[in-house]
């Protein structure tokens, strides 16, 4: 097969040789039903030029085209912020695979990992976007137990016990997710009879959100990080309800991100400014960890419950940790191979 024709192929999401609609063909297919109950996708977003309308999936452009795309976006972004904004194309380090660990026995369920993420990575202000969470737990309630963090099924559910939504929905959350609550507003932290498990993307090997989206708008880098093209979502949100962890939000309306509160340091597949109809998540701050930082929440929690590193070398923090302390991950029986691991000391 050609190279063009894989591109060609990849792009009508027929690489594998299984028979996967284009992206054409299924907004065909949808037609009218997907522009009365949807919002807008990317494609028409009021921010987006005709020309970024038509641009290809990332991964298939040229040097050119890249070049181009994102010369447009840096344009459009200073003008709306009025400040010089850089999109980078930094690519995945080569022999990296990232992996996340979290010490859930120090977090002291502050939340300054939220604030710095939502600063880092431009999340809407208005509505409020958040790609953390940080649940709270009644200590001594035995909260870990699968049961427990899955209440809010309905009882009926045929999956049991094992409901991928708790205590309301991906993005219509009710504030209490089974035993647990991640808008406690406490006097101070932490609290004698809580404890706090904070919740983001697990960046899943075998990601069920990659398995859902219909035209392949998000996928798995190079280094294990689950990313988006925001101009390739087409809003349908089967991403969101396939994710078992609630890690991913949809914009619902326009954001809104004050010009002074913008970070002008983004990348194409990272921080960069969303717009409305498009799905986002954690992506391990991908514009840092590029470059070779640390995600934000890292270096923002207090008590370092948050260690961040490369799954591939044996010398790296995560993998010590994985390889002396109590590890868990997750709601594991989902199968979707998560690389963000909860310990205990
Ligand atoms: S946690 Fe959800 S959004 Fe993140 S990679 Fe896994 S399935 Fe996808
Ligand atoms: S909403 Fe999710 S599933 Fe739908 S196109 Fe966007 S990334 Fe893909």
């Excluded at 977003?45 to 040097?63: N, P, V, Y």
């Excluded at 972004?77 to 996340?100: C, H, I, M, N, R």
């Amino acid at each position: 097969m050609s190279e063009d024709k894989r591109k060609k192929d990849i792009a009508e999401g027929q690489d594998d040789g299984k028979a996967k609609e284009s992206r054409r063909d299924f907004l065909k297919k949808l037609g009218v039903a997907t522009a009365a109950t949807t919002v807008a996708p990317a494609a028409t977003a009021k921010a987006g030029s005709i020309a970024e309308a038509l641009q290809t999936h990332f991964r298939l452009m040229s040097d050119d085209e890249k070049k181009n795309a994102i010369a447009r976006l840096e344009k459009r972004y200073t003008e709306q912020f009025s400040k010089q904004v850089t999109v980078a194309d930094t690519p995945a380090p080569e022999g990296v695979l990232f992996g996340y660990a979290l010490n859930i026995s120090k977090c002291i369920g502050c939340r300054r990992c939220v604030e710095a993420c939502v600063r880092e990575n431009n999340q809407s202000r208005d509505p409020a976007i958040q790609w953390i969470r940080v649940l709270r737990m009644e200590r001594g309630n035995n909260t870990f137990e699968l049961k427990e963090l899955n209440e809010g099924s309905p009882s009926s559910n045929p999956l049991g016990d094992y409901g991928i939504q708790s205590g309301g929905h991906a993005d219509k959350h009710v504030g209490l997710s089974g035993s647990t609550e991640h808008y406690y507003e406490p006097e101070q932290v932490p609290e004698d009879d809580a404890i706090y498990f904070p919740v983001q993307c697990q960046q899943c090997e075998d990601p069920a959100c990659v398995k859902a989206c219909p035209v392949r708008a998000t996928f798995r880098d190079p280094n294990g990080i689950v990313v988006i093209d925001y101009n390739w979502c087409i809003g349908c949100r089967m991403c969101q309800l396939a994710c078992p962890y609630w890690a991913r939000r949809f914009n619902w309306g326009e954001p809104v991100l004050p010009n002074e509160d913008m970070n002008p340091k983004t990348h194409y597949l990272g921080n960069r400014p969303r717009m409305r109809g498009v799905m986002e998540k954690c992506t391990f701050c991908l514009q840092r960890v590029r470059d070779g930082r640390y995600p934000a929440c890292v270096e923002a929690c207090p008590v370092g419950a948050r260690k961040f590193g490369n799954l591939l070398d044996p010398k790296s923090e995560v993998r010590k940790i994985l390889a002396t302390k109590k590890v868990f991950r997750f709601k594991e029986e989902f199968n979707t191979d998560p690389k963000f691991f909860y310990y205990m000391d």
